[in-house]
């Protein structure tokens, strides 16, 4: 099983693709897709970068993090719209889509929901072979959470 975890943003999205197959995931590719253009070009760009990657990895699944609260209205217009893409995509592949908030990623890798992001690294580097000693931004663990997230899940969801 193979899980494409995303982490949208306004100028980059943050992604991970794990094989699930094994009894410890195993991190297939991770990065960051630079978005920071004006639309249209950056939905575009978004479309392409997310498409390519389903092409490339053919995964099973995508999850996406889910907007949860966001102080700055414009901040939150312009992620809206980057998830909104990246879903759009995803669903024009017929791929299975999971969306989870912060929250529910902190429960899921650490147990608690207050964990801070270097708690959830930890667990991350821990968990998936491949992340021991990634040098990434927040950005790129926050998709390998997001990822290890839905494989955590996965086997909580009744059959479909």
Known sequence: ???????????????????????????????????????????????????????????????????????????????????????LTAALQKITLFEYTPLEVKKAVTGHGSADKMQVEKIVRISISGAESLKARDDVFDAIAIAFTSHLLERFRPEQ
């Open 1 to 87: 099983m193979i899980i494409l975890g995303i982490d949208p943003g306004t100028t980059s999205i943050g992604f991970a693709v794990l094989d699930c197959g094994a009894k410890k995931p195993v991190l297939l590719d991770a990065g960051l897709l630079d978005t920071a253009l004006r639309p249209p070009e950056r939905f575009l760009r978004t479309h392409d970068a997310i498409r390519t990657l389903i092409s490339r990895w053919e995964p099973t699944s995508v999850a996406v993090e889910k907007l949860f609260f966001e102080k700055n209205k414009k901040t939150a217009m312009a992620v809206s719209e980057t998830r909104g893409i990246i879903l």
